[in-house]
């Protein structure tokens, strides 16, 4: 049984910074590309990050360059978002998600992510 588990959400103050980490077991790890999304009340899941199967390639959605940083060590079966310069309007339930890797390249569009896991709240102040 595939598990995607999230944690290091909470409560931080405007210009703060979380590390999130996302877990996976029941799968093998090295062959999934490793998404991370967000979804705020009333919004459609949004894109952050993607790191490759490898961790040779990432890519980023514009709102978050130059403000986190994405990496994975696949000895630990897990994947890390390092998330700084929080503003309120990163208040939201962040999710990580794995796509199948080989002979596919790391997407941005969650229809093409195989297994989710339940999110991790992150919740900025003014």
């Known amino acids: 049984q595939v598990q995607v588990v999230e944690s290091g959400g909470g409560a931080v103050q405007a210009g703060g910074s979380l590390r999130l980490s996302c877990a996976a077991s029941g799968l093998t790890f090295r062959d999934y590309h490793m998404g991370w999304f967000r979804q705020a009340p009333g919004k459609e899941r949004e894109f952050l990050a993607v790191i490759s199967r490898t961790g040779g390639t990432t890519d980023y959605a514009d709102s978050m360059k130059g403000r986190s940083s994405v990496s994975r060590d696949n000895a630990k079966n897990t994947v890390f978002l390092q998330l700084s310069g929080l503003k309120p309007e990163d208040t939201a339930l962040y999710y990580c998600?794995?796509?199948?890797?080989?002979?596919?390249?790391?997407?941005?569009?969650?229809?093409?992510?195989?297994?989710w896991g339940q999110g991790t709240q992150v919740t900025v102040s003014s």
């Open positions: 998600a794995a796509q199948i890797g080989p002979f596919r390249p790391p997407s941005r569009d969650p229809k093409r992510y195989n297994y």
